[in-house]
């Protein structure tokens, strides 16, 4: 059951004004909705708005889904394309407590541009790829990588050949992603 659950989904088709100065603005949205009768995907694609529902076919499903606008206008929309285009994408990653930190970042951000520039992505002052140590956790050291996307769409490529170059570039240079263990005590 994924009622209350919150999904993102994106919309970069010509739709009505609604309050902008362009004719047909491209937009890309996101909401937290889901109906008893589907199951949703967290990702999906908006294919189409009319005045009584909304199409979205989920991520790697061909199943469409109609959702009522009266459930949409009750919910939080985020709009991928206002202020700016790009998004900025957050990627948990966790180190063994024995790193070197310093190495660990040296080598995520060198990993992160090389990714960003083999997808083309701009790199400039304000779009650098950034490491942010952030908790000591169960088994790791964790942090998040920030990367910069200039679509909404390109997210899920650009994670994918980031967690695959990043794991072969730890692997290469000795750096160890943990997996959690528990040490259980007998009295």
Known sequence: ?????????????????????????????????????????????????TWRFTTIVPVGE???????????????ITNYSMPRHDIIIKIPVGVAYDSDLQKVEDVTLEVAHQVLESLG???????????????????????????HSARFDDQFRLKHEFIKALTARFRQEGIEIPFP?????KQ
């Open 121 to 147: 992505e701009k790199i400039d002052d304000n779009r650098k790829p950034s490491v942010r140590f952030y908790n000591f956790g169960e088994s790791s050291i964790d942090f998040n990588v920030l990367l």
């Open 1 to 49: 059951e994924m009622n209350g659950q919150e999904f993102t989904y994106e919309y970069y088709e010509p739709t009505d004004a609604l309050g902008s100065d362009k004719a047909h603005p491209k937009s890309h949205i996101a909401y937290g909705y889901a109906t008893n009768v589907a199951v949703l995907d967290p990702e999906g694609r908006v294919t189409d708005i």
């Open 181 to 185: 263990i528990r040490t259980i005590v």
């Open 62 to 76: 061909g199943n469409m889904v109609v959702i009522p606008n009266q459930k949409i206008a009750s919910s939080i």
